[in-house]
């Protein structure tokens, strides 16, 4: 609710030691194989990640802040198997964070590999991250991705991926041993 949030955040924005910023985090995973979405699988998927992030969005552009994180999921830039409403919601973050950019406004969004035993990835279970590896896709412990989301803070890039990748693993994945040889050169 567009009105609740701006009441929430009114004082925060104003007062003696404003709010410098916003880390949007929120989410809902639905799975379901494409062919078994209906319009249900989306309403419950898209509003925390689309709906809060513009609410979030339109209640701070005019404040001062130093940063504006929306965490959102590999399975943007990836796809991921029963994740079609998951991956649109999370798209749009990164759509959001090019935006904000382009606008002067502080913006990153990060396309999160999963955690280690945290957040939703733990809630996927064993044969999902058996997937994962399978396709050169590790987890990371939280201590490692906070490492990383402290070095790309304030950089220049509006969206950045944080993943582990087994790249000798991936050359079965076409777009990503396309992706990996574009940034890196060839995998020997």
Known sequence: DPARLHAVLAPLLSGS???????????????????????GSFA?????????AWNLHVATRSAPLDLFVLCSSGCALLGGVGSSSYA????????????????????????????????????????????????GIGTMEPAQALAALGEVLGGPHPQLGIMPMRWAQVPAQPLLAQIHEELHGPTV
Do not use: T, Y
Not at 118 to 132: D, E, N, T, V, Y
């Open 17 to 39: 030691r404003p709010l410098r910023g916003v880390v949007h985090a929120a989410g809902v995973l639905h799975e379901r194989l494409l062919v078994q979405h209906d319009w």
């Open 44 to 52: 419950r998927a898209l509003p925390p990640k689309l709906a809060g």
């Open 88 to 135: 649109a919601a999370n798209w749009f973050l990164g759509a959001l964070a090019h935006h904000r950019r382009a606008r002067g406004l502080p913006a990153l969004c990060i396309d999160w590999g999963a955690w280690e035993d945290f957040g939703m990835a733990r809630a996927l279970g064993r044969r999902r991250h058996a997937q994962w590896q399978h396709v």
